[in-house]
């Protein structure tokens, strides 16, 4: 039996959002499967919120991001939500793999033109120790496997534990996270695809990058599982 025959009898094809085995290799089960959403075809080339906006939505024009673009395959909400909420909060580390899976199939064409050297938003480390494991940095490890010529790299550190930024608004989490970040040595000439699982203003991705770029980055893109929907906000 290979390596991946012995994970599936370990760890059996099931539901990424429910838990359900599954009665074949797949991701979500019929219940789940028609929650998935995916992210509207229309949105801001820079920071992909969804919407009709010519050249950027406000937030891209107003103040550019650090980073040059960012993308995500769904949106965050049915049966993604469900998942990234078990993988972050519901000690699911082992989700990290069917994830990644699932982000390298339908983030395909962004990933063509993105950064080979993967690395993840980290988490701070009080919460590191709280929950055993950093999902963004399994997903970076995972994603990076599946990418040709991938690596994942730990570039950056969590300086300040920022809370969720649940609730608060646009200015609020910026400021929440301003200096949140800092590049563990230098960065110079890198490319960077910086990984989390959920993009919501881009506050975080924001700081991340910017990180990033003061250490001597040359580039920086975002890939996350899932994209907010701001209008729920
Ligand atoms: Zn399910
Ligand atoms: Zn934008």
Do not use: W
């Not at 049966?79 to 078990?86: E, Q, S």
């Not at 790299?153 to 809370?163: A, N």
């Not at 969720?164 to 230098?186: I, K, M, T, W, Y």
């Amino acid at each position: 039996m290979g390596l991946s025959g012995l994970l599936d009898v370990i760890f059996p094809p099931s539901c990424v959002a429910c838990g359900a085995v599954l009665p074949a290799p797949g991701h979500f089960c019929e219940a789940c499967q028609p929650e998935v959403e995916r992210l509207p075809r229309r949105c801001c080339p820079r920071c992909s919120e969804p919407g009709e906006f010519q050249g950027g939505c406000p937030r891209c024009l107003a103040r550019p991001p650090a980073f040059c673009r960012a993308f995500a395959p769904f949106t965050h909400q049915g049966a993604v939500a469900r998942a990234i909420h078990r993988f972050k909060y519901e000690d699911h580390p082992e989700l990290a793999r069917p994830l990644a899976e699932l982000l390298a199939g339908f983030a395909a064409d962004f990933l063509e033109g993105a950064p080979r050297l993967v690395a993840a938003i980290p988490l701070h480390e009080r919460r590191f120790r709280a929950r055993k494991y950093d999902q963004a940095m399994l997903l970076a490890v995972e994603l990076s496997k599946r990418v040709d010529g991938g690596a994942a790299r730990e570039l950056l550190v969590r300086t300040k534990d920022t809370g969720r930024q649940v609730g608060l608004s646009d200015q609020a989490r910026e400021a929440n996270v301003a200096g949140a970040f800092a590049a563990v040595g230098s960065a110079a000439g890198l490319s960077v695809l910086l990984l989390d699982d959920v993009l919501t203003t881009g506050a975080t991705a924001r700081a991340a990058a910017s990180a990033l770029l003061d250490a001597g980055a040359r580039e920086v893109q975002v890939l996350t599982l899932a994209r907010a929907d701001l209008l729920s906000l």
